[in-house]
């Protein structure tokens, strides 16, 4: 229990609007280990990243966090003060936004701006700060960070971008590392070259980190656990090996089987049927049951499936799931 | 109100690292205006008029109000030439001295009212636009209130009420002044709340809060050097406004008596516009030629300034 960093339990986090009220997150419940990457992974509006803005605490308005608890470090952040938020804030847990090239200010340099944060949260002189950010440009791998520093955002290129704003997450060693979609703003290459520096920098830093993101592919790469989500409910939970090789849960198969693969020559691609609830008016029972190839008449659409530990340490909410397992193996991935 | 305006710490490069060089917007806008021919003839002509305020006593012929053709010749309203070169008024003021020395005056009140006024514009401009909800509909519907009474009508009954209740020795220009900035905030807190609204919305104001920064740090640190492009403008061309308002002002007579400025001049002058034309046209072509300035100078800023139109 010790090792634990986060434990979320419960989470719902409502949207107040004029339609009605969104159920962007219904009782999302996960828990991510120290040095632990954990792959938050889902479709648009599943609720990854209202989740991830829940931890801090800054859900835009007229979002308001309206149940559960967000232990970190045994301490219940949904219970903390504003003043004392704004010290977890970027000194614990720090966030990596999707799109670098709005993500940081383009009034000024990166000194500045890495140099505030430094400064704001630990007592630092101005040249020490300067001297720390310079060492974290480097960490993050920009070249000839001393002078790449005094450049605004517009000079930089969008990875260069993104390795900043990196770095800024970094400026005061945070313990939990939510990135959010980190790469989907980012052409291919690149990519790639982030998700290596982000893995190589858990390793170095011993951060925990939480990876949103919707593409199953890049989550393999880099989770070790992986949290399948939708419409603002957990489906499957378990070791990144396990969801690829044993996935239970429907959603998870269909997710996967739409991964395009060099290994299976399938004439198309698998998709999945019918789009994300409306998340004001949810179906009744399981919410993927309109959606779902496995879904049984008169049990899916009426019974909330509750998230139960299948095999140890593998999760999965759906009341089918014993017998999916034992009638189709999956075979999906190579 | 409680907590504290967040220290400024703009990290600037050395000088010695010239190698690769950070060009802040600043530098791009720069480069920009300069070559915007307008721009640079407005900025020349506010430069030269301000040159004419600091060293008014050395350029003007003749020392403050000082009556010079009744004194030296007995008559007044005396036509242009090489001694009174704009001609002089109804009591033999030389018009080209008192233009001079009404240069720094009417400075005074166009700085000075475009300073209250645009104080008043931020301060309700970001609260407005960063807090939203109640706070921004009350604001919003005081800002109202301003815009919609008819302003010059309003600004000469409270000049009036303001000049009544001042102690004698007190006021004068300074009322004149402060009245035409408390009366003309409200349109400019409208577009700075507006262009708030649109900064507020970026993923680095987010990512600020994400970093654990406070409401107070994220507006005046984060919010207010992204608008701050708008209220620069904003303010050249206030202004220019402050400035022909002083004018009209003064020459319905609601202005100082005391003061020497370009609208009073202009009052002086109403009583014989054909028999002294010289009497109104300087001051006029004055007033004409420092308000071009500052829009030329505001416009100019504005298209260097505008990020839409970044290269």
Redesign the interface.
Known sequence: MTDELLKIENLKTYFYTWAGVVKAVDGVSLNVKKGETLGLVGESGSGKSVTALSILRIVPRPGKIIGGSILYKGENLLEKEEKQMQKVRGKEIAYIFQDPATSLNPVFNIATQLVEIIRHHQNLSKEEALKKAIELLRLVEIPDPEVKIWNYPHQLSGGMKQRMAVARALSCQPNLLLADEPTTALDVTIQAQILDLLKSLKQKLKMAMILITHDMGVAAGVADRITVLYAGRVCESASAKTIFRNPLHPYTRALLEAVPSLALRREKLKVIPGSIPNLIELPSGCRFNPRCEFAKQGVCAVQVPELLEIAPDHYVACVRAREIEAETPFGGLS | MKGKTPKK???T?PAE?K???????WSIAWRRFKKNRAALAGLILVGAIVFMAIFSPLIARYPVNYLASYNEEGKIRLPPSSKYLFGTDYIGHDVFSQIVYGTGNVLYVGFGAAAIAMSLAIVIGLFSGYY?GLIDNLLMRITEVFLVIPFLLILLVFLKVATALAPSGVGGLTTVMLMIGLFSWASNARIIRGEVLRVKQ???I?????????KWRIMF??IL??V?HVIIVLTTLQIATAILVEAAVSFLGFGDPNSITWGQQLQGASEAVKEAWWEGVFPGLFITLLVLGFSLFGNGLRDALD?RL?E
């Open positions: 710490t703009v990290i490069e690292s190698r690769h060089k950070g060009v802040s917007q939203g970026h993923e680095y987010e990512a600020a809060v994400s970093l654990g920064a406070s640190r984060h050097p992204n701050l990020p970044r």
